[in-house]
């Protein structure tokens, strides 16, 4: 198993292109107002403020959620709103900060690592501690070693320790932690172990674009994402840093009693 130092995805490319589209809201609410005011002055000469108003209200709102988002990112701290600002950010800002990107020329991949890496930094910003029975460590089956004659979906018990994948070390951490711990073939079978288990608390290690939609999928069930290494390749004896999701375990999961 992997002993590397912790790797957390950057966040500042996502609160870049935040700011970015902070600098779009505005230019685009100057020309919405700009543009038909010539018109509307027209039509009574107060028509133009009362619609500069209006438009200026909703423009505040949306400066105003976003920097309460950034200022969420930069402080870890919980500004009140980080589980609406976190719905926000999944059914709204990352599907309009993708399509952003892809015009900007952004990688795709590094944009979804910026998203998880901003989905975790929300979820921590609430200080959620939830007891073992109510979290679930979520892996792909891609952990396994491909050739193993052992196939642990549906119970990682059957996993015999062997050490040659970090199955093994994975199974051992649930198991000081007192957590269930599943294996997922797919987004259906993950949902399907989700409705089932009903956890209060998700550790999800996947890459990128599992993580991405595991998390969209999921919420608002409070989801911590983990990347997989991929030496091989993608989907083939991935890897992962033990180090890191014990870190999440003890910041997110209840010690068991003695």
């Known amino acids: 198993m992997h002993t590397d130092p912790i790797y957390r995805p950057r966040k500042r490319l996502f609160i870049g292109v935040l700011l970015f589209a902070c600098l779009l809201v505005l230019v685009v609410a100057f020309l919405v107002w700009w543009i038909p005011s010539v018109g509307l002055a027209n039509i009574h000469p107060s028509l133009p403020l009362l619609f500069g108003s209006i438009l200026g209200a909703v423009v505040l709102t949306t400066l105003g959620g ?147 939609s595991g998390i969209r999928d999921s919420y608002p069930l409070p989801v911590v994402g983990v990347l997989n290494r991929r030496p091989h390749g993608p989907c083939f004896n991935t890897m992962i840093v033990l180090n890191e999701v014990r870190q999440v375990l003890k910041e997110h999961v209840l010690p068991p009693k003695t």
Do not use: W
């Open 66 to 212: 976003l920097t309460l988002l950034i200022l969420t990112l930069l402080t870890g701290r919980d500004f009140f709103f980080s589980d609406y600002m976190r719905g926000i950010v999944i059914k709204y800002l990352f599907p309009a900060i993708i399509a952003l990107g892809r015009c900007c020329g952004l990688d795709r991949d590094t944009l979804q690592q910026s998203f998880i890496a901003l989905n975790n930094q929300l979820v921590r910003a609430r200080k959620l501690r939830v007891p073992a029975d109510k979290t679930l460590i979520l892996l792909p089956h891609c952990i396994q070693m491909f050739d193993c004659e052992i196939k642990i979906t549906g119970d990682v018990n059957k996993c015999v320790r062997c050490g040659k994948c970090d199955i093994s070390g994975l199974a051992q951490l649930a198991e000081e932690f007192g957590i269930p711990i599943a294996v997922a073939t797919g987004g259906t079978l993950a949902r399907k172990i989700i409705v089932e288990r009903r956890p209060r608390f998700i550790l999800a290690v996947a890459c990128e674009r599992d993580l991405t």
